[in-house]
């Protein structure tokens, strides 16, 4: 039996726990915050979306950093298998559109409970309130970790160390970075952090105007320097910054560091089941069947009324336009509109806002099967601390139980 300090009480910490602690080993976790999971608590909107139930090869098409170096801690321990253990710990799960797998009860605590329930049943012993400073170590080998609980500060030995501290965002819920702090310390590479999964802040004064206005079944590209980096049908909101929503977010992880400093932009086809010829044909049938009517009357069947203004403007043609002195070149300019509204993306909303964080400790430096450190004997990463990154889907904490589980079952 070894000792083994988590450092951590967020996804990748609990399991981590559960499964050293389940091997027969000492378990000692250190987690800052007043409660366990507090990130855990906000995910899916409160609903948790645990995993994504899709066949495990599909869960390396999510994965947008590092897949490689998941390839053997998710064949170690699999989306199904992460949900066959929280069903045996008494967790009723269920698996909504997409293969989102999410608690019967849409309750993310109830996810957390089933862990705390489960950690308590091998013994981990849950130090609450308490930060871990430091992790010590001597010729290459972890000796244990400096923690601080209220006033006192205190050294705590242990064989193996596992960090699972998560990244930098959304900070208020405790990732603030320490274990990229350790693991600098320790002589490891971090690589460089970027907010993930996060709304785009835009240039255009109209985009600003329709906030709240949210778009369905829309198709968005994102271009660097004219050359399209991301494509995808889905749903989209205007913000009083910016752009949000589903499609925005997933386009987010595809912006790379270097590309905000060139020229971003984005496309929306607000009429994407048809091509611009259909289109053409459909404004020109539009036309015929109201002759009379002002053009402003019209574009009211093309787009949301809150855009129409916007819109109006944005096309040049003047509102109280009767249909029938309608151009074919006028025609063409509003399929243009309705097919390619261009917006300019100048920049990433922060770490508050992004679901994720991007960069993390070098996977070059970490065991893929085991996740100890190739540097520090006896130091393990696991969940979102390491460079590894996915799209939205629960495929983010699949990650942080694959990894988690690769150092629980590994430390010795
Ligand atoms: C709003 C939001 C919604 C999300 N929804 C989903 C979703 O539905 N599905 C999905 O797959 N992913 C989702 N994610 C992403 C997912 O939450 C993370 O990928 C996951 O929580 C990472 O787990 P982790 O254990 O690595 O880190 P965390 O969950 O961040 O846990 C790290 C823990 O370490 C503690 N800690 C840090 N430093 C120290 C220290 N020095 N000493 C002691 N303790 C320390 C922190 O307090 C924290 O509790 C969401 C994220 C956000 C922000």
Redesign the pocket.
């Known amino acids: 039996m070894s000792k083994i300090v988590v450092?951590?009480?967020?996804?990748?910490?609990m399991l981590a726990s559960i499964i050293a602690a389940r091997n027969g080993h000492q378990v000692v976790l250190?987690?800052?915050?007043e409660k366990l999971g507090?990130?855990?608590y906000?995910?899916?909107k409160g609903r948790?979306?645990i995993t994504n139930a899709c066949d495990v090869e599909e869960l390396f098409n999510n994965i947008l950093t590092n897949k490689k170096f998941m390839y053997s801690s998710i064949y170690g321990f699999t989306n199904h298998d992460m949900m066959d253990m929280l069903s045996e710990c008494g967790l009723k799960i269920k698996t909504e559109r997409g293969n989102r797998v999410f608690p019967d009860s849409d309750k993310s605590s109830d996810v957390i409970a089933v862990l705390q329930k489960t950690m308590k049943k091998y013994g981990v012993e849950i130090n609450l309130d308490?930060?871990?400073l430091k992790i010590t170590s001597d010729e290459g080998r972890v000796t244990g970790v400096v923690v601080k609980k209220g006033k006192e500060t205190l050294n705590v030995s242990a064989d193996s160390v596992i960090v699972?501290?998560?990244g930098v965002?959304?900070p208020t819920?405790?990732?603030?970075g320490?274990?990229h702090t350790f693991a600098k310390e320790l002589g490891h590479n971090v690589t460089e952090l970027l907010p993930g999964l996060v709304p785009f802040n835009t240039k255009e004064e109209w985009v600003k105007e329709l906030q709240g206005l949210s778009l369905k079944n829309v198709e968005v590209s994102v271009f660097c320097d004219n050359k399209e980096i991301y494509n995808e049908f889905g749903e989209m909101l205007f913000t009083h910054f910016g752009v949000s929503g589903p499609v925005i977010l997933s386009a987010s992880s595809y912006i790379k560091s270097d590309m905000l400093k060139k020229k971003l932009t984005m496309t929306i086809d607000l009429k994407p089941a048809m091509s611009e010829e259909q289109l053409g044909q459909r404004v020109l049938r539009e036309t015929e069947a109201n002759v009379n009517k002002a053009w402003k009357n019209v574009i009211e069947n093309f787009i949301p009324k809150k855009m129409v203004p916007v819109m109006l403007d944005k096309i040049g043609i003047p509102g109280d336009k009767k249909m029938n002195s309608i151009t074919k070149e006028e025609r063409m300019r509003i399929v243009a509109a309705l097919k390619k509204l261009e917006i300019t993306i100048v920049g990433l909303r922060g770490f508050n806002e992004a679901?994720?964080t991007r960069g993390g400790v070098a996977t070059k430096e970490i065991n893929p099967t085991t996740m100890e450190s190739k540097l520090v004997k006896g130091l393990y990463f696991a969940?979102?601390?390491l460079d590894v990154d996915a799209v939205t889907g629960?495929?983010?904490?699949?990650i942080?139980w694959s990894t988690a589980y690769a150092a629980g079952i590994s430390v010795e």
């Open positions: 450092v951590g009480g967020g996804a990748a910490g250190f987690e800052k915050n507090k990130k855990l906000i995910t899916g948790c979306n308490t930060q871990v699972a501290t998560g965002s959304y819920t405790g990732s603030t320490d274990g679901i994720i969940g979102e601390v629960g495929f983010n904490l699949q942080a």
